[in-house]
């Protein structure tokens, strides 16, 4: 396993597996629809042949890729193992804190000044994560809490919009969130956020004022 996880990280590092290097593999098995292992070598081979050729690449198919480990090899034993030579103790305490402290610091950050940070500006109210089994059961990310009630609020990209089978996500989303709304009295909103430059804003900023009026909604009931 451990060996695997190394040549798999030196491969997708310097890029062996891309088509500059062995072909649109997955374009071209598409094409050739094999039916067994050796249909695919085969079909492979004569396709890399051509692209060698095109290149002006005086190698077989075989001959390339025996090459291409062998400079696989060269990176790993030479480079990598002079990289990790190079790693010390006190290099692995300071990545360690790090990642747990200031990198974690930095993207809890980050969500708190992006979506559900805008929300809470534009809203004046407290918004808090929801518990893992209101993700679970109800897909809701965040809650407003209204006078013993709750408001649900999921946040996805706009690309969600283009996801295959949006109808049927759809479906599972509406009958989820109206459980919430019978079990804990608000309706659930979902916010489409947008990446502008470098920083992710609200795409359906209407979708405010509706949060506003459920939030009043929900107070005039506690009032009657």
Wanted: glycine share 6%; net charge negative.
């Amino acid at each position: 396993m451990g060996k695997e996880w190394i040549l798999n990280i030196a491969t997708n590092r310097w890029g062996y597996n891309k088509k500059k290097y062995v072909g649109p593999v997955a374009e071209w098995i598409r094409e050739a629809s094999p039916k067994n292992l050796e249909e695919w070598k085969e079909r492979y081979y004569e396709k890399l042949l051509e692209k060698l050729k095109s290149e002006g690449v005086d190698l077989t198919p075989d001959e390339y890729l025996e090459n291409l480990g062998q400079k696989l090899y060269v990176k790993i034993s030479e480079v990598l193992q002079s990289e990790i030579s190079e790693i010390t103790q006190e290099d692995c305490i300071s990545y360690i804190k790090e990642l747990v402290l200031n990198r974690t610091y930095e993207g809890y950050r980050t969500e708190i000044d992006t979506i559900y940070g805008q929300l809470a500006d534009y809203l004046g109210v407290e918004i808090r994560p929801a518990p893992d089994e209101w993700d679970r059961l109800y897909n809701v990310d965040f809650y407003i809490e209204v006078d013993g009630k709750y408001i649900g609020l999921q946040i996805k990209p706009i690309t969600y919009k283009h996801t295959s089978n949006i109808h049927k996500w759809e479906d599972i989303l509406k009958r989820t969130h109206e459980k919430f709304k019978s079990e804990f009295g608000g309706s659930v909103f979902i916010v489409f956020s947008i990446k502008e430059k470098d920083k992710k804003v609200i795409y359906n900023k209407e979708i405010v004022e509706e949060i506003r009026k459920e939030i009043e909604r929900l107070k005039g009931e506690q009032g009657k």
